[in-house]
């Protein structure tokens, strides 16, 4: 009995160390957050933090996330942290995703969004720009991620309805990141609504 049960811890160990093993690797796989400069009404740059372990990125950029990456559409790979992003359309909400290739496996995408200003505008320059929040995947399975503008750092409240009104779901946020879980909802269209006493924005997200 006593050979068992140390076979048994034995291998309990084994199996937690390897865990352990594997999410350290995936941790090292990690894409961090990435913004924007030099946004004019066709062009930006993008930029990211260096991922240690990594030896490519991919990325794409399009103005609708319902699918990632957009069907029919390879990624552009790059070695760099950095990319310049042309021929975009002023005054339009644009998404950039990049994930990183590791030694170690692939990183999740990370998507970001910037919008292009309108070159109409005489106020381009000094007007604020419109409080967006960014959902994804769109349509959504189980997860939902919530994204918030680069210049938020602050907590707000993040409410599911349905499109009668009833509360499905709802979570605080704590930084620019949230996560709402859809698991147990009915397919079809949820309005997703962020307050944080300041700015208010709701969107349309579809759950599969």
């Known amino acids: ?24 690797a995936q941790a090292q796989c ?17 930029s990211w933090n260096e991922t240690p372990t990594a030896y490519k990125y991919e990325y794409f950029v399009t103005p609708d996330l319902s699918s990632i990456p957009p069907a029919g ?7 760099s942290t950095s ?12 998404y950039v995703c990049v994930r990183a290739y590791c030694t ?16 109409s505008s005489v106020n381009t320059v000094t007007k604020q720009p419109e409080f967006t929040i960014t959902a994804y995947p769109n349509p959504a399975t189980d997860k939902l991620n919530i994204v918030l503008p680069e210049q938020y750092n602050g907590r707000g409240n993040i409410i599911v309805t349905s499109l009668l009104g009833s509360v499905v779901a709802q979570t605080n946020t704590f930084g620019r990141y949230a996560h709402v879980n859809l698991s147990g909802m009915a397919p079809g269209l949820y309005l997703v609504k962020y307050t944080d006493g300041v700015n208010t924005k709701t969107i349309k997200v579809n759950k599969l």
Not at 35 to 45: E, G
Request: aromatic share 10%; charged share 10%.
């Open 30 to 46: 990690e894409l961090t957050n990435h913004s924007f400069n030099n946004i004019t009404p066709t062009s930006a740059v993008c």
């Open 73 to 79: 559409k390879p990624g552009s790979v790059t070695t």
């Open 104 to 119: 170690s496996g692939t990183s999740q995408w990370v998507c970001e969004s910037f919008k292009t200003p309108d070159p």
């Open 1 to 24: 009995m006593n050979f068992y049960l140390r076979t048994f811890s034995f291998s309990a160990i084994l199996a937690s160390i390897l865990l352990l093993t594997a999410h350290s």
């Open 83 to 94: 990319i310049v992003i042309n021929g975009l359309t002023p005054d339009q909400t644009w």
